[in-house]
Each structure stands twice: as structure tokens, then as C-alpha cells.
């Protein structure tokens, strides 16, 4: 089984903002991010299934956010736009799925380097991809690559506030078959997504997903453990989250809740004056990196899109705030899922507020997850979605009538626009794009969603020839021709 790899970021609050030659003791910043882990599968937020102490504990002692989002619902674009704080489309090849990041573009943890941070990484931190493409030679965009947590704190220089990337690959596929009702989870007690029948294949796939979770968060446990060990708990910051939804149909790579929404927590230690809250506020995983440049005395760039966390975090207030009503994301190439030869992803972009979801599908006539069969990809057949028991139940009994319309709601295509009431539909599988008694309300968020991505530039609505489906695709597996 595959190692797992978790994320934790270190905010510091405003009271002890510092300048780079202050004497105020500078804050740590762990930051523990899951490989395809989605909103809602922790405790705290719900799920009675999964069990995730570390995360809950996390969420009481700190801030949890019930609607945080990344920017692209895809590794390598979701990292890049953490690791730059700039949404996915601005970053040129970042964009794409197995691509690699210009080493022009400011990262957080480098410019944090250059402020004096021991700067570090364990496991998977940027990618999948090519760095060297991007200009990457001696360094990378996360910090030098250690073997552990520990292997990192013992290279520290005395007395250096630290910043690390605590990755894994947990939950990403492949799974162990039956590994999660073999630990004790009961599939029977999971609930399901609106869009999956109730078969038993599907209930243990899942499962087999939440095991893997379960050991992401146990490496968040020890991570804590090994930092309260130190005696460096107190001034460190941590932040858990995921890069995206979970690796099933219509999850991942999808811009619905469940492939774009995730988990997210932030603690900030006892030296740091922390606070604990609740928020509904839409946040986006772009605001992380102008965070912990503000809490850290660091300029930030004004290229990051995102917007510093430092006032909801250092305020002590629990709901939401009228200036985050909405966030804003989307996708161009997750594989070369359409027929060969072609190149071709599938461009789509979302607006989310408390009451709607509004996608625009850029080009319907490509299919959502991929060709039924002739994929440039060698998966071949619907290779945006990950293979699994899940996919493969949904895709052999696709002719039955009972499965069809599930089927379709993971792999059919899909129309121009699409819109969804959350709280009547929080799977968001009811399209009301064509109900002219939700003509105004789809109007009014398609021309929001334009406009914002006009202020951020992005390509897709700015340009005639936009360039995403022409950056090369850097896998080191070899494609279909034809």
C-alpha cells in the first residue's frame, strides 16, 4: 500500500505580525494537504462512517470552514494555485494536469525562505509533472525534499521558524480491495451520494476510500505529536485540507461540491493568541498562500489573486461574511480525454454562493469524462474519472434501465449551462438551466461569474485563441495516435 501524505500550513494572527528583524519569535507553518480527499467526509462536518480525531480535534481547538474551495478540481493545477495563490488560469501551463509551473511565478514558500524560514516538503507537494520545463533546477516550489516531519525538524537551524508541506498519497487510487470493511468500517452505514446506486461494490469502494482517510489523519496525529514532543505546538500554525474531491465519477475533476469543495481546518498555537470558529464564508485554497505571507510580515505579490484569511482568523467570530458570498473555479485539462489524437480537455468554470451552483460547460459537444472509447489517454475509455469498482459498476451495467440515469449523471454529456439549488439539491443532479422561473437568477450569476472571470483574466473569456488545449501533456506514459 502507498504511503499517505498530509498537508499542514502555520498561520500567524495579527497581533504578532513582525519585521524580518524583529525579536517576536516568528510562528511555524505546517500545512498537511490529502491527495484527493473531499468535503464532507470528517467527523466534524457529519459523517458518522469515516473517523477523523485528529481533524475534529484540530476543528475544536481552531477555525473549520464549511465552504472552502479549491480553484481547479485537479492535482496539478489545484497545487499550483496553493502554491502561487493565484487561480489555476492565470498560471499558463499550470493549468493542465501533468504540466509544469514557471519558476518566475512567486511561491509562497520560497519567498517565506528568503524571509528566513527553514522551508521543507515531504512526499507529494507539487505535481503531477515536469519542473524542470518550468525552470525549476536547484530548488522547488515547496522547499528540498526530506524524508519525514522529523528528518526535516532535525536539518532545522537553531532557533529558524520552520514552514513544511506535509504531503501524502493517501486517499488517492489504487486501493487495497476490502481494505476498509477489514479495518472495521461497515459499508452498510455509508451514505451515499444522490448519484451512485446502492449496490455493494460501490458502498466498499467507498469504504476502501474512507480507510485510506483515516490514515491520512493519523498522520496528522503524529505530526502533532511530534511537534507538541518538540516543544514547538504552542507557536505553529497548522492547516489540513485536501487538493480536490474524492477519485470517483463525477467527483474529481468535476465542479460540483464534490470534486471542487473540501475539508479544511486551521489552528494556530497557544502562543498565537488562537481563536475558534465555525465559517460559512466561501474561501478559496488560493487565499492560503496571501495568509501566510500577512501573518508572517512577508510582502505578498500583487499577482496572488486570493485574499488573506487573517481577519477571519484573528476575529473570534463565528457565521459569515457579506464580502465572501461566493467563490469562483474551474478546470481546462485534467487527461488528453478526448478521441485521439487530440490534445483537448474539457473547459468549464463554476460560481458557487449559498444558494446556487452555475457551470458553463465552454464547449458541450466534448464529453465531460472522457470518450467512451478511442481516448488519446491509454486509459481509453472516460479517462478523466479514475478506475475503480465504483466506475466500473456504473460502466458494465450501463444498458439496465435502473443504472442508466446514473450513469449519465458520471459520464453523459452535458448542456452549456447548468444550474443547482442547493439546499433543495445538495448533489446538485436537478439542472435548472432551461426552468424559466430561474431564467433572472441564471442570468444574473452567468454575467457575475463572466465578469469576475474577466477581472482575474482569465484566457478562456478574454481571448480568441485561448492556448490550455495546446500545452503539452508531460506524462511519461506514452499516448494513443490514434
Known amino acids: 500500500m502507498k504511503k499517505t501524505i498530509l498537508f499542514v500550513f502555520l498561520f500567524l494572527p495579527a497581533t504578532l505580525c513582525f519585521a524580518q528583524n524583529s525579536k517576536v519569535k516568528q510562528p511555524n507553518i505546517l500545512f498537511c494537504i490529502a491527495d484527493d480527499w473531499g468535503w464532507p467526509h470528517a467527523g466534524v462536518y457529519g459523517d458518522s462512517v469515516v473517523k477523523t480525531p485528529a481533524f475534529d480535534k484540530l476543528a475544536k481547538e481552531g477555525v473549520l470552514f464549511e465552504n472552502a474551495f479549491v480553484s481547479s478540481p485537479s492535482c496539478t493545477p489545484s497545487r499550483s494555485a496553493i502554491l502561487t495563490g493565484q487561480q489555476f488560469w492565470r498560471l499558463g501551463e499550470s493549468a493542465n494536469l501533468w504540466s509544469t509551473l514557471d519558476s518566475t511565478i512567486p511561491v509562497y514558500p520560497l519567498l517565506l525562505e528568503n524571509a528566513g524560514y527553514h522551508v521543507g516538503s515531504w512526499r507529494k507537494s507539487w505535481g503531477p509533472g515536469n519542473l524542470k520545463a518550468g525552470g525549476y533546477h536547484t530548488s522547488l516550489p515547496a522547499g528540498k525534499k526530506y524524508e519525514g516531519f522529523e528528518d526535516f525538524l532535525n536539518a532545522r537551524p537553531s532557533d529558524s521558524p520552520f514552514c513544511f508541506w506535509l504531503g501524502a498519497s493517501d486517499p488517492h487510487r489504487g486501493y487495497e480491495k476490502g481494505s476498509g470493511e477489514a479495518s472495521g468500517i461497515d459499508p452498510k452505514q455509508i451514505k451515499l451520494p444522490g448519484f451512485y446506486p446502492d449496490v455493494a461494490e460501490i458502498r466498499s469502494d467507498i469504504a476502501d476510500y474512507y480507510f ?80 501566510f505571507l500577512d501573518l508572517a510580515g512577508v510582502n505578498t505579490p500583487e499577482r496572488m489573486t486570493g485574499k488573506s484569511l487573517r481577519p477571519i482568523l484573528t476575529s473570534g467570530v463565528n457565521g459569515k461574511d457579506s464580502l465572501r458570498t461566493h467563490v469562483v473555479f474551474g478546470r481546462e485539462r485534467h487527461t488528453p480525454a478526448q478521441s485521439a489524437p ?72 452535458r448542456p452549456a449551462e447548468e444550474l443547482y439549488r ?19 437568477i441564471k442570468n444574473k450569476m452567468a454575467m457575475q461569474l463572466m465578469d ?5 483574466e482569465d484566457p478562456r473569456v478574454l481571448e480568441d485563441k485561448v492556448p490550455f488545449d495546446s500545452y503539452p501533456y508531460r506524462a511519461s506514459y506514452k499516448l494513443n495516435k490514434k
Not at 492547516?239 to 473540501?262: A, I
Not at 433543495?424 to 426552468?435: E, F, R
Not at 469576475?452 to 482575474?456: A, H, N, T, V, W
Open 342 to 413: 487530440s490534445l483537448d480537455g474539457y473547459p468549464s468554470r463554476g460560481i458557487r454562493t449559498h444558494d446556487y451552483l452555475y457551470i458553463r460547460n465552454f464547449d458541450p459537444e466534448r464529453w465531460p469524462a472522457g470518450v467512451p472509447n478511442g481516448a488519446t489517454h491509454p486509459m481509453n475509455s472516460f479517462s478523466d474519472s479514475d478506475n475503480g469498482p465504483t466506475k466500473t459498476y456504473l460502466v458494465e451495467n450501463v444498458r439496465s434501465p435502473s443504472i442508466e440515469p446514473y450513469f449519465n449523471w458520471s459520464f453523459g454529456k
Open 422 to 440: 442547493i439546499q433543495d439539491d445538495p448533489d446538485q443532479l436537478n439542472n435548472l438551466a432551461t426552468d424559466p422561473a430561474f431564467e433572472a
Open 212 to 291: 485510506e482517510v483515516q490514515r491520512f489523519d493519523s498522520d496528522v496525529a503524529a505530526a502533532i505529536q511530534l511537534l507538541d514532543s518538540i516543544g514547538e505546538l504552542k507557536n505553529t500554525i497548522i492547516v489540513v485540507t485536501g487538493d480536490h474531491g474524492m477519485p470517483f465519477p463525477r467527483c474529481k475533476g468535476n465542479l460540483y461540491d464534490m470534486g471542487v469543495r473540501v475539508p479544511l481546518v486551521v489552528k494556530m498555537g497557544e502562543n498565537l493568541n488562537p481563536k475558534h470558529g465555525y465559517i460559512t464564508d466561501f474561501v478559496s485554497l488560493t487565499d492560503l498562500a496571501p495568509t
Open 452 to 456: 469576475e472571470l474577466k477581472q482575474l
